[in-house]
């Protein structure tokens, strides 16, 4: 049944703009992006019609994992600037009608952390079972066969002092807190309190489905041996450890938002994570970026959103490119063309898309050179500096921290705000159209028989219809659909009727 539209969340209705502040926009001048960077880009933000900003961390940490790996959950690091700078960030944000969510590290901390420093000192602190220390097998053997992120060895390290292992599932830097340990889950809701208290509209929640684990510590059987555990990792307690995350933001008004990392094989494998309305208000599911550009795998994976969410009455996340993977433009070739016309096909869907700093821009990765490459997962590319001025610098001290994407002069959000025909002005147009079309936010999803290569569906809320056509093929198509054109990716005919031809990677969004 549809609720009506004014009584739907907001979380159902926006569109959140990721903001990885280190690449974002730089404000001092240091080569680094700060929140006082993203502050003064807020207009933008507001300009291109985003609902919500994802601050990914700006807290206190030695970097290793760029700031996931944290050392003071309620600090601001002060490279990004300071607590303050945070308040004002928020509240400029809220000005503009724009909500601010925060990322919350639950998984982990950094191994300077104080926590794990005391953990660390002695079998004896009262924080040694905040962290998960076990004896090894045998001599130099760790206690079971899981593997980590990102290094890719085992999962555990020794630690010499007290002679035990300690889990992490991502680096060594990054040690794993016991979430079956009731002063731990205290500890992190009284992070989200703070936060929270301070007028944040809600979490961002990292690798949430990692928390809860067997006790046991099973070994990973195959086929599963030597893929990192955090991609499987499932335990039951981790949903009773939600709902407690859920009872703490909803003592709060406002319907904060809690938003988990679920990044598992699949939508059947993320599904489970909405509860029964009582856990996650909204779980990423990454299933779309590993499809390829092809109607077919798309039409797959909306198929599998449909049968495992919908009997649920889960609400679909939809994201084409974030901080941990190479940018959609670049996974798909590198044409623009196709870069809009995924726009529009992440812009129309049923569910709350998630927008990545840059990609409004049309931005590929940056070409990294070994000798710049600084990432211990190899993500830098897709975290180039956003080009904000068209002129040399872009926007940033004269020494970024890696180097801008291709083309950044032309792909620069001056230019482009300049030019009508651009990238940019597509995503907004598209935004816009969102904004004013029930269908189009909050509405059904039909699937459409479509030629080979295309993907059509119709959208519907009340008498609100929308018809939206892609071409992901690779030759021009005729499809039999009328109405007018609403929003097209290459910007021709806009307001006239749809003559029926769709080029080669060209989507349209038709108004009956
Ligand atoms: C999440 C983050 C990623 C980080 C990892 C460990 O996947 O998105 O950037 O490296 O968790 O915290
Ligand atoms: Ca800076």
Sequence with gaps: MLERPDQVPWWRRAVVYQIYPRSFADANGDGIGDLDGARQRLDHLAWLGVDAIWLSPFYPSPMHDFGYDVADHTGVHPLFGTLDDLDRLVA?????????IV?????HTSHEHPWFQASRSSRDDPKRDWYVWRDGRGPGEPPNN?????????AWTWDPHTEQWYLHQFLPQQP???WANPEVREAVYDVMRFWLDRGVAGFRIDVVHCIGRDPELPDDEPPWVGIPHCAINEHPSTHEYIKEMRAVVEAYDGDRVLIGETALPGTRWVAPYYGHGDELHLAFNFAATHAPWDAERWRQRIERIHEELDPRGAWPTWVLSNHDMPRHRTRYGGSEARARAAAVALLTQRGTPFLYGGEELGLEDAVVPPERVVDPGGRDGCRAPVPWLRAPGHGWGPDP??????EAAERSAEA???????????????LAARRRSDALRLGHQELLDAPAGVLA??????????????????APATVAATGTVE???DGRGEGAAFDGVLDVDVAVVLRP
């Design 416 to 430: 482009q705000r300049a030019d009508p025909t651009s990238i940019l002005h597509l995503y907004r147009r598209l």
């Design 146 to 154: 899981w593997v980590g992120a990102f290094l890719e060895g085992p």
């Design 103 to 107: 990322d919350l590290v639950p998984n």
């Design 92 to 100: 400029e944000a809220g000005k503009r009608d724009i909500r601010v």
């Design 457 to 474: 569906w119709r959208r519907r809320c009340g008498d609100d219809e929308r018809v939206v056509l892609v071409n992901m093929g690779d």
């Design 401 to 406: 921290w890696l180097p801008f994407p291709p």
């Design 487 to 489: 929003v097209a990716s």
């Design 176 to 178: 794993d807190l016991n």
